[in-house]
Structures are given as structure tokens and as C-alpha cells.
T-cell receptor, first 114, second 112 residues
Framework: DAGVIQSPRHEVTEMGQEVTLRCKPI?????LFWYRQTMMRGLELLIY????????DSGMPEDRFSAKMPNASFSTLKIQPSEPRDSAVYFC????????????FGDGTRLSIL | EDKVVQSPLSLVVHEGDTVTLNCSYEVTNFRSLLWYKQEKKAPTFLFML????IEKKSGRLSSILDKKELFSILNITATQTGDSAIYLC????????????FGQGTILTVHP
């Protein structure tokens, strides 16, 4: 079975540019999560969806970040405008239900903002 | 606010050693505790613990939960270089159940 698929794997862009990260969850999973990982702050949840509806976006750092889930098989995380402090590895994960079940992670997008 | 604290933050051992990694937590309305292993890429799921005192085991890895003292340990026996990774502990939120709060992780390095 295919796991969680993220694209791109790496992104390098200049500050001020728009960045769009993409995620395809595991088929049949109804919860999707976006995380950011840095050395300083570890793994932080940005937002999660259940049945395509955003449930908790309290981790989204500011208005420059937005996430959508137009259908059960696709989600995007957008940063506009991007800043150097957004540089991190962004993970997408999916799971069954929303009650703390094991989450399955994609390989991440390594984002570098110059 | 939910809190997960892991110790030690890093550990260096030699092949064949046994290691114990610690995770303490504070969360309202505890549901479960999860352990993940992260090598070069994505965290991969190891164990989910819901009941105190019941050991979960997978090969050389085992884990147990103490809900009274609010902690869990992850044991790795006869360590191998392939066990080198970051080990993460996480708990679901007390009110926002899907929201996993992760500890800062333990970086384990196993030398030949």
C-alpha cells in the first residue's frame, strides 16, 4: 500500500515567494495533519483536518500560513509570503479517526527560504 | 497546556548495550501514549500504550506505561547500529484528541 505522499521533497526559494506544499494521505484515512520540525522547536502540529474539515489550527504560526483539504485525497499547505524563519522540514501525516490513533507520516518536504 | 518531556536528550552507547529511554507527560483526559522512531526521514510508529503495567514488545524493543506516575519507558536490548535514531514520545491532546503533543526526542547513537 502507498504511504503518505508529499511533494516536493525539497524546496529552495527566496524570501517573499509563495510556497505550496502538497500531501496525499493514505487511502481510507480520514484525518490529516501538517507538522513542522526544526532543531530548536522539535515537531510541532500546525493544523489537522478530520473528514476534510479543519479541526484545530491553533498551531498555525500566523496569517502567512494557510491550509486546505478540498477532498479526502489531497491537501495543501501554503506560505505567502515566505520568510527565512519558515525554513524547516514540513511533514504531513494521516490516520484513522481523530482519537489519538497512530499517525503515518510522509517523508517530508525540506524547505529552505533564502 | 499538554506537556511531554523526554530524557535523556541524547545517548551514546556501543553495540550490545541495553538502553532505557524515558517519557513523562501531563495531559488532561489521558487516552494513550505513542512512541515513534525517526531515522533520516519520517517518524515511524513503534507502540501505542493505553493501559498501565502491560508491556508491549516488538523484537528487541519493549515499552511500558505507568499512568499513576505519568511516565513511560522504552527499552532497547542488545542495541545495533541500526537502532541509531531519534525516539519520540507523544500524547493526544486532552481536548483536541487528534492533536499529538510530541516530546523533544532522545537522540540515540549506537557505535559499532
Amino acid at each position: 500500500d502507498a504511504g503518505v505522499i508529499q511533494s516536493p521533497r525539497h524546496e529552495v526559494t527566496e524570501m517573499g515567494q509563495e510556497v505550496t506544499l502538497r500531501c496525499k494521505p493514505i487511502s481510507g484515512h480520514n484525518s490529516l495533519f501538517w507538522y513542522r520540525q526544526t532543531m530548536m522547536r522539535g515537531l510541532e502540529l500546525l493544523i489537522y483536518f478530520n473528514n476534510n474539515v479543519p479541526i484545530d489550527d491553533s498551531g498555525m504560526p500566523e496569517d502567512r500560513f494557510s491550509a486546505k483539504m478540498p477532498n479526502a485525497s489531497f491537501s495543501t499547505l501554503k506560505i505567502q509570503p515566505s520568510e527565512p524563519r519558515d525554513s524547516a522540514v514540513y511533514f504531513c501525516a494521516s490516520s484513522h479517526g481523530q482519537g489519538g490513533q497512530p499517525q503515518h507520516f510522509g517523508d517530508g518536504t525540506r524547505l529552505s527560504i533564502l | 497546556e499538554d506537556k511531554v518531556v523526554q530524557s535523556p536528550l541524547s545517548l551514546v552507547v556501543h553495540e550490545g548495550d541495553t538502553v532505557t529511554l524515558n517519557c513523562s507527560y501531563e495531559v488532561t483526559n489521558f487516552r494513550s501514549l505513542l512512541w515513534y522512531k525517526q531515522e533520516k526521514k519520517a517518524p515511524t510508529f513503534l507502540f501505542m500504550l493505553t493501559s498501565s503495567g502491560i508491556e508491549k514488545k516488538s523484537g528487541r524493543l519493549s515499552s511500558i506505561l505507568d499512568k499513576k506516575e505519568l511516565f513511560s519507558i522504552l527499552n532497547i536490548t542488545a542495541t545495533q547500529t541500526g537502532d541509531s535514531a531519534i525516539y519520540l514520545c507523544a500524547v493526544p491532546g486532552g481536548t483536541s484528541y487528534g492533536k499529538l503533543t510530541f516530546g523533544q526526542g532522545t537522540i540515540l547513537t549506537v557505535h559499532p
